[in-house]
Protein backbone atom coordinates (compact mmCIF):
# COMPACT_ATOMS: atom_id res chain seq x y z
CA UNK A 1 0.00 0.00 0.00
CA UNK A 2 1.12 3.51 -0.78
CA UNK A 3 0.94 6.32 1.45
CA UNK A 4 -0.03 9.81 0.32
CA UNK A 5 2.18 12.70 1.80
CA UNK A 6 0.41 16.24 3.69
CA UNK A 7 0.57 17.71 0.41
CA UNK A 8 -0.57 15.27 -1.90
CA UNK A 9 -3.87 14.70 0.60
CA UNK A 10 -4.56 18.54 0.93
CA UNK A 11 -4.45 18.71 -2.51
CA UNK A 12 -6.84 15.70 -3.55
CA UNK A 13 -9.04 17.54 -0.89
CA UNK A 14 -9.36 20.53 -2.18
CA UNK A 15 -10.04 18.93 -5.46
CA UNK A 16 -12.79 16.90 -4.55
CA UNK A 17 -14.14 20.57 -2.73
CA UNK A 18 -13.69 22.19 -5.87
CA UNK A 19 -15.58 19.57 -7.58
CA UNK A 20 -17.94 19.25 -5.28
CA UNK A 21 -18.92 22.98 -5.38
CA UNK A 22 -19.01 22.61 -9.11
CA UNK A 23 -21.23 20.26 -9.20
CA UNK A 24 -23.74 22.04 -7.09
CA UNK A 25 -23.42 25.19 -9.04
CA UNK A 26 -24.22 23.11 -11.72
CA UNK A 27 -27.53 21.76 -10.45
CA UNK A 28 -28.44 24.90 -9.16
CA UNK A 29 -27.90 27.38 -12.00
CA UNK A 30 -30.81 28.36 -13.89
CA UNK A 31 -31.29 26.94 -17.35
CA UNK A 32 -31.64 30.52 -18.99
CA UNK A 33 -35.18 32.47 -19.68
CA UNK A 34 -37.90 30.13 -21.14
CA UNK A 35 -38.33 32.56 -23.99
CA UNK A 36 -34.52 32.30 -24.76
CA UNK A 37 -34.72 28.55 -24.97
CA UNK A 38 -37.68 28.36 -27.21
CA UNK A 39 -35.97 31.20 -29.25
CA UNK A 40 -33.13 28.57 -29.94
CA UNK A 41 -36.30 26.23 -31.46
CA UNK A 42 -37.68 28.67 -33.24
CA UNK A 43 -40.48 28.75 -30.99
CA UNK A 44 -42.20 31.90 -29.18
CA UNK A 45 -43.21 31.02 -25.45
CA UNK A 46 -46.07 33.06 -23.62
CA UNK A 47 -49.21 33.53 -21.47
CA UNK A 48 -52.64 35.05 -21.49
CA UNK A 49 -52.66 37.77 -19.53
CA UNK A 50 -55.42 40.28 -18.38
CA UNK A 51 -55.21 43.94 -17.42
CA UNK A 52 -55.38 43.05 -13.79
CA UNK A 53 -52.61 40.52 -13.48
CA UNK A 54 -50.44 43.55 -14.95
CA UNK A 55 -51.41 45.47 -11.55
CA UNK A 56 -49.29 42.30 -10.10
CA UNK A 57 -45.06 43.49 -10.16
CA UNK A 58 -44.27 39.67 -9.13
CA UNK A 59 -46.27 38.26 -12.31
CA UNK A 60 -45.23 41.10 -14.78
CA UNK A 61 -41.78 40.82 -13.25
CA UNK A 62 -41.56 36.64 -14.39
CA UNK A 63 -43.81 37.70 -17.48
CA UNK A 64 -41.57 40.73 -18.97
CA UNK A 65 -38.36 37.86 -18.09
CA UNK A 66 -39.64 34.78 -19.21
CA UNK A 67 -42.29 35.12 -22.05
CA UNK A 68 -41.59 36.41 -25.86
CA UNK A 69 -45.29 36.57 -26.89
CA UNK A 70 -48.34 37.72 -24.96
CA UNK A 71 -52.19 37.18 -25.26
CA UNK A 72 -55.01 39.24 -24.16
CA UNK A 73 -56.59 37.74 -22.16
CA UNK A 74 -60.29 39.55 -22.92
CA UNK A 75 -59.36 42.88 -23.06
CA UNK A 76 -59.55 43.08 -26.59
CA UNK A 77 -62.60 40.50 -26.74
CA UNK A 78 -65.93 42.73 -28.22
CA UNK A 79 -67.71 43.22 -25.15
CA UNK A 80 -64.87 44.93 -23.21
CA UNK A 81 -63.53 46.94 -25.96
CA UNK A 82 -66.99 48.01 -27.88
CA UNK A 83 -68.93 48.28 -24.66
CA UNK A 84 -71.52 50.34 -26.26
CA UNK A 85 -72.21 50.63 -29.89
CA UNK A 86 -71.18 54.49 -30.56
CA UNK A 87 -67.62 54.00 -28.05
CA UNK A 88 -64.14 51.61 -28.35
CA UNK A 89 -62.76 51.40 -25.04
CA UNK A 90 -58.80 50.36 -25.93
CA UNK A 91 -57.14 51.55 -22.67
CA UNK A 92 -56.54 48.50 -20.89
CA UNK A 93 -55.80 46.35 -24.15
CA UNK A 94 -52.97 49.40 -25.04
CA UNK A 95 -51.67 49.21 -21.28
CA UNK A 96 -51.43 45.62 -22.24
CA UNK A 97 -49.47 46.65 -25.55
CA UNK A 98 -47.44 49.33 -24.03
CA UNK A 99 -46.02 46.57 -21.90
CA UNK A 100 -44.96 44.17 -24.50
CA UNK A 101 -43.21 46.88 -26.45
CA UNK A 102 -41.12 48.21 -23.41
CA UNK A 103 -39.98 44.30 -23.07
CA UNK A 104 -39.78 43.52 -26.61
CA UNK A 105 -42.85 40.66 -26.67
CA UNK A 106 -44.98 40.20 -29.38
CA UNK A 107 -48.85 39.94 -28.96
CA UNK A 108 -51.17 37.59 -30.99
CA UNK A 109 -55.06 39.39 -30.69
CA UNK A 110 -57.55 37.60 -29.85
CA UNK A 111 -60.84 37.17 -30.90
CA UNK A 112 -62.33 40.34 -32.85
CA UNK A 113 -65.67 38.09 -32.67
CA UNK A 114 -66.50 35.71 -30.06
CA UNK A 115 -70.43 34.53 -29.41
CA UNK A 116 -69.22 34.33 -25.91
CA UNK A 117 -68.50 38.13 -25.38
CA UNK A 118 -70.76 40.12 -27.39
CA UNK A 119 -71.25 43.17 -25.49
CA UNK A 120 -75.31 43.46 -24.68
CA UNK A 121 -76.47 46.40 -27.10
CA UNK A 122 -75.60 43.78 -29.77
CA UNK A 123 -78.42 41.61 -29.76
CA UNK A 124 -80.46 44.77 -29.24
CA UNK A 125 -79.13 46.37 -32.19
CA UNK A 126 -78.32 43.67 -35.33
CA UNK A 127 -80.26 43.02 -37.72
CA UNK A 128 -79.83 40.56 -40.66
CA UNK A 129 -79.54 43.81 -42.89
CA UNK A 130 -77.22 45.43 -40.57
CA UNK A 131 -75.64 42.62 -38.36
CA UNK A 132 -72.65 42.34 -41.46
CA UNK A 133 -71.37 45.77 -41.14
CA UNK A 134 -71.33 46.03 -37.60
CA UNK A 135 -68.99 43.28 -37.57
CA UNK A 136 -67.18 44.38 -40.46
CA UNK A 137 -66.91 48.24 -38.74
CA UNK A 138 -66.13 46.67 -35.34
CA UNK A 139 -63.27 44.10 -37.19
CA UNK A 140 -62.29 46.90 -39.14
CA UNK A 141 -61.84 49.77 -36.24
CA UNK A 142 -60.22 47.36 -33.70
CA UNK A 143 -57.65 45.79 -36.29
CA UNK A 144 -56.96 49.89 -37.40
CA UNK A 145 -56.31 50.73 -33.97
CA UNK A 146 -53.73 47.95 -33.24
CA UNK A 147 -52.00 47.99 -36.70
CA UNK A 148 -48.79 47.26 -36.79
CA UNK A 149 -48.31 45.86 -33.25
CA UNK A 150 -50.12 42.83 -33.45
CA UNK A 151 -47.77 39.83 -34.74
CA UNK A 152 -51.05 37.67 -35.30
CA UNK A 153 -54.92 37.25 -34.80
Known amino acids: MELIDRRELFKAILGCAALGRAFAQAQTASPGRLRDLAAKKNLLVGSAVSYRELQDPAFTALLATE ?61 PKN ?5 REHIETVAGHFAGRIQSW
Open 67 to 127: ASIVVPENEMKWALIHPEPDRYDCERADALLAFTAQHDQKVRGHNLCWHEQLPKWFNTAAT
Open 131 to 135: AGNLL
